[in-house]
């Protein structure tokens, strides 16, 4: 991690990136937040940690800290979302040459699939899986496969070992987000 910023997750929370519009900064953003740890044992961690809060949140999981802003339950959603999204552009990485990689509005996503409405056993055993699924990928590919590129519509070349690197850092910044949300929420 020479030469990049290491930024905590909770202070990373108080930066206004924008995903799109500043998306060279968000890439940065995520780096810094996983910072030295190995992405493997974060992602490997995520489900576990999540279902913890999920546990934690009780009567608030479906609680919104104000409008316009996700509840946990709805972080919930949008980490599975990252997550079927990452095992599209992994596989898309490994089998083609420079393949496209199609951004995705966050918020459309979290909004129109419901997740405020969804089970939370059901999507926490689908993120379980699937995070299963692309950490098996990652473990049996090798590292000229990591360095494999496809082109992100919004933030240009992407290596598969960047997009895994990036997730992991997703995963500890919502996480983040979400015992805030629960703070906000109970305390409220």
Do not use: C
């Not at 910072?35 to 009567?59: F, K, M, N, T």
């Not at 089998?95 to 699939?113: C, F, I, K, S, T």
Request: proline share 4%; charged share 30%; no cysteine.
């Amino acid at each position: 991690m020479a030469g990049r910023e290491a930024i905590d997750a909770d202070a990373a929370l108080d930066r206004d990136v924008d995903p799109v519009a500043r998306a060279s900064e968000y890439q940065q953003m995520l780096l810094g937040v996983l910072g030295d740890r190995d992405p493997v044992e974060v992602q490997s961690r995520l489900p576990d940690d999540i279902e913890a809060i999920v546990a934690e949140a009780g009567s608030h999981l479906r609680t919104r800290p104000a409008p316009g802003e996700w509840s946990v339950l709805e972080l919930v959603g949008h980490l599975l979302d990252a997550e079927i999204v990452l095992a599209a552009r992994y596989r898309w990485v490994l089998a083609h040459d420079e393949p496209a990689l199609v951004g995705y509005d966050q918020d459309l996503w979290v909004d129109r699939l419901g997740h405020q409405d969804d089970d939370p056993a059901e999507m926490l055993a689908l993120l379980r899986e699937l995070k299963g699924s692309n950490l098996r990928l990652w473990a049996k590919t090798s590292e000229s496969d990591h360095a494999r590129v496809g082109v992100h519509a919004e933030r240009g070349p992407e290596s598969f070992d960047l997009s895994f690197r990036m997730l992991a850092g997703h995963g500890l910044f919502h996480t983040a987000q979400m015992r805030r949300t629960l703070a906000q929420v109970a305390g409220s």
